[in-house]
């Protein structure tokens, strides 16, 4: 029997994406959702703070900005605000999203507040940002993550495999650090601004899917390119192609460098029409972002009403 998996890495090679085409959709695909009311920019701004995965990858961080954060990801609006916008229950970020070390510290903070079943904690592992890390300490560090409390692993793919073509090699990879997830979501950071073409954003993307991957992320935020719409918009298709495929719903998390309501906007827009509805969940959604949140809080509109 012909086996799926080398039929479809064949099909990889030979993909061919027309980049100037891709660029040209963005527009179009950002006109089909205008904002016309303040109420529809509310609920895209209150949908983008829950799908937030609040992040802080600082080479200075501590165990008490690591609480603010989990504070800040527990109570992103004022209690005026929330009465305000006569919101019924609590608005909060999806995840926050640290280095290995600091995942105890997110958890106790998160276990403090008694949230452990609304906040996930994220860790970004194996050897982030780069991934040249050989793959038995990139393993370690997916295990130490988990038992130190992450629900969610941010991998980073090796690109220097991608670049030289070796795709069962990065498969394999994914393949064993899915397993040593366990029971923690796998999120596969593709590194897109260091992946050289549309394909090799598309190929990495469906190795990573085949492999395993509960979320494609487009980028540590450490790169020179991070996320862009048009490369989230190849991502789609991908994410598309597989559930086609499989019938597997993989999630999408662009990250890097979004930090304006608009942008936050933009990738909601961009997700909402090639996914459907059904993927703007946190189950299938995250923006992952260190400085976007108090932008979203700060554009709400709150609509003075008018005295009797
Ligand atoms: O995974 C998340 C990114 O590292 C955050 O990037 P950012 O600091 O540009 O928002």
Redesign the pocket.
Known sequence: MVDSKVLEMANLRKIYINKSNVDAQIQTILDTHPITTPDVLNAWLLKAITVI?L?T?SGDDTRSNVFRLCTKAANPLTRDLIKQLNLEKPVRTAAV?VYPTKVKDAYEAIKLMELTSEINIAAVATGFPSGLYPIETRLQEIKYAVSSGATEI?IVLDRSLALTGQWDALYDEVKQMKKACGKAHLKVILGVGELGTYENVYRASMISMMAGADFIKTS??KEAV?ATLPIGLVMCRAIRRHYQNTGIRVGLKP?????TARDAVNWLVLVYTELGPEWLTPKLFRI?????LAELVNNIVIEKKESQ
């Not at 992952?288 to 976007?292: D, I, R, V």
């Open positions: 995965d992040t990858l999203c941010d540590t935020g991070n990250a890097g460098g979004i930090k992952g972002a260190s400085s976007l």
